[in-house]
């Protein structure tokens, strides 16, 4: 017992020194001319060959299967979705760069006729700002710098896009109309796009958009109308072209700084992240020759994501590149051979929206992994589906927040009433105590040995209300992950002033309560024999309340509701505790 309170300093010297090696790492000084000089160098090799002008060859190592035939549309069909008031144009009229818009009850996409190319998507039911107007914007194509595309086509294994040999995302499609919406009582919408290679291949790629949903599903429908087989794979793939959230002292309660931007993937059997080294200007290549079964590539960032889907039942090659900031992510099907004559289809899936939960596992059963919780997935993932079902009964987040907390409450009653009754007996004790501090104050070596007989001879463990501490730390932090990382809670309003759960208390009214109710609980608690502790844990409430003012105001709620329950248990076994002793005497 002697040395516990020397442990303590150690341990806090060290998580001091952790805490300012982060600091440094994150805030500290570097070398400003070398990291200017690199992104330069960057932008440059990319001015003169940008990641997105590179056509995919077909893998040799992928082998090739002979294709079945499978019906083909007619040509010049008119989709049923197609507005009844857009006029449609040859393929003459149409300039290089033409563009298509495409609107569902939940995505405005442009796409843009150079290759099928998807150069912008507008998430309607999503606001940059709570209240506004704008839509949050997930690809753009603004120039250099402000640039996230997403490009799919048709390569072979001699890939020329100057030849024009392939449909890849650099050939000219065309289109009978110039845009599509999704009408009333439709649940899909079809855009075809054309395309004819000089030596009498025909193609026509189609993007399906489905009605509350944000997958986007791409088929090809191949006609070998030439004299040779025709052996082609279907390709998709990612430029990301966009300033990173840096943190900084001047944004640290920024959470988009936090979490994770960059390419992930899920390789059938382990999820991964790959940051990408802004001062490395080779490309950083992550090809796997082999292949990939049941997996998925994507581009991650704060409560979105844009990935490319591959069927399971396919073997898909993936690779990230990158210059600088740049980077490009693609996923490679395994090759077709269309003969004389056959016809064929491909298939691709996107997903360009929200990490919604369920539409995200119901397009790949792993895709749901990029709603990172980092390591706390597997307590935050169950609470979080616990918080979804009761959101499902009480259609408020703030009520789930309330509700959840009383049911993990409930469940840990157990290990809380043993903790609870020790420390209600050492508050009993406390009189006892401070006799035996001053009985022994100059001998600290009897001190402790009559403290540890006294906890002995009235069976008091001082150490029981340790555990429940334990296990309501990673709640705490899951609770944490759930609330900055979940689309499902982003700008979600519960009562009064507090419009968005997942920001901080405007008027810091809960972070007020919270020091009032941890003030509470402190007085329910014995009184500690070190004056030094006493005090300190009379600030502490203070302390961590200004802490708490700028945290999500959903976690702030967790706290106030988990503490007032607490209070309510600790009084309630400090009144048995207090019977109990009285009927003994």
């Known amino acids: 017992m002697k040395n516990l309170r020397a442990y303590l300093w150690i341990g806090l010297a060290l998580i001091l020194f952790v805490n300012f090696q982060a600091w440094t790492l994150e805030f500290g000084p570097r070398d400003a001319a070398a990291a200017a000089a690199v992104q330069q160098a960057a932008a440059a090799e990319n001015a003169a060959h940008p990641l997105g002008s590179e056509v995919p060859q077909v893998p040799t190592a992928v082998p090739s299967a002979t294709a079945t035939a499978a019906p083909i549309a007619p040509a010049g069909a008119v989709p049923a979705t197609a507005t009844a008031n857009t006029a449609p144009t040859t393929p003459t009229d149409l300039p290089a760069a033409s563009t298509l818009t495409v609107r569902t009850d939940?995505?405005?996409?442009?796409?843009?006729?150079?290759?099928?190319?998807?150069?912008?998507?507008?998430?309607?039911?999503?606001?940059?700002?709570?209240?506004?107007?704008?839509?949050?914007?997930?690809?753009?194509?603004?120039?250099?710098?402000?640039q996230f595309l997403l490009q799919t086509g048709l390569a072979g294994a001699t890939s020329n896009p100057v030849a024009d040999e392939y449909p890849t995302h650099l050939a000219l499609f065309s289109s009978d109309y110039t845009g599509f919406r999704l009408e009333d009582g439709v649940d899909e919408v079809r855009v075809p796009l054309k395309w004819t290679s000089p030596s009498g291949v025909m193609v026509t790629k189609t993007l399906v958009f489905h009605r509350g949903s944000y997958r986007i599903d791409v088929e090809y429908a191949v006609t070998n109308d030439s004299a040779a087989p025709w052996s082609v794979a279907a390709y998709a793939?990612?430029?990301?072209?966009?300033?990173?959230?840096?943190?900084?002292?001047?944004?640290?309660?920024?959470?988009?700084?936090?979490?994770?931007?960059?390419?992930?993937?899920?390789?059938?059997?382990?999820?991964?992240?790959?940051?990408?080294?802004?001062?490395?200007?080779?490309?950083?290549?992550?090809?796997?020759?082999?292949?990939?079964?049941?997996?998925?590539?994507?581009?991650?960032?704060?409560?979105?994501?844009?990935?490319?889907?591959?069927?399971?039942?396919?073997?898909?090659?993936?690779?990230?590149?990158?210059?600088?900031t740049e980077f490009n992510i693609r996923d490679i099907g395994p090759a077709v051979a269309v003969a004389p004559g056959a016809t064929a289809t491909l298939k691709q899936t996107l997903f360009i929206g929200p990490k919604l939960q369920e539409q995200l596992m119901a397009v790949h059963p792993q895709l749901g992994r990029a709603t990172d919780y980092g390591v706390l997935t597997l307590v935050a993932r169950p609470l979080f589906l616990l918080l979804e079902q009761v959101h499902k009964l009480f259609g408020n987040w703030g009520w789930a927040i309330i509700i959840v907390t009383l049911l993990l409450k409930l469940a840990m009653y157990p290990l809380s009433e043993i903790s609870g009754r020790?420390?209600?007996?050492?508050?009993?004790m406390a009189p006892r105590m401070k006799q035996l501090q001053e009985t022994y104050k100059d001998d600290r070596t009897k001190l402790g040995q009559a403290t540890m007989e006294l906890y002995k001879k009235e069976k008091i463990n001082p150490a029981a209300g340790c555990l429940p501490q334990l296990i309501q730390i990673p709640i705490f932090m899951a609770f944490y992950w759930v609330l900055v990382e979940s689309v499902e809670m982003r700008q979600a309003p519960f009562i009064g002033w507090l419009h968005d759960l997942s920001s901080r208390d405007p008027f810091f009214i809960l972070p007020v309560l919270m020091a009032g109710a941890m003030f509470m609980q402190y007085r329910l608690q014995p009184p500690s024999a070190d004056p030094v502790q006493a005090k300190v844990f009379m600030i502490m409430p203070l302390f961590l309340s200004l802490t708490f003012a700028f945290l999500p105001s959903g976690l702030v709620l967790y706290y106030v509701v988990n503490t007032l329950l607490s209070i309510l248990q600790q009084w309630n076994i400090n009144r048995r505790i207090a019977v109990s002793s009285q009927s003994r005497d």
Do not use: C
């Open 106 to 146: 939940v995505l405005d996409v442009d796409i843009n006729l150079r290759g099928g190319e998807l150069t912008r998507a507008d998430l309607l039911q999503y606001r940059v700002v709570k209240g506004g107007t704008e839509p949050v914007r997930l690809l753009r194509k603004q120039g250099a710098g402000n």
């Open 422 to 428: 020790s420390a209600a007996k050492m508050k009993q």
């Open 237 to 324: 793939q990612i430029q990301h072209d966009m300033p990173v959230p840096v943190r900084s002292f001047t944004n640290y309660f920024n959470f988009d700084s936090y979490s994770f931007t960059g390419p992930a993937y899920w390789d059938g059997t382990k999820y991964q992240k790959v940051k990408i080294d802004a001062n490395k200007i080779a490309d950083f290549n992550r090809a796997y020759p082999d292949g990939w079964k049941n997996g998925w590539i994507a581009a991650l960032q704060h409560h979105f994501v844009t990935a490319l889907v591959a069927p399971t039942d396919e073997q898909h090659r993936y690779s990230i590149s990158n210059r600088g």
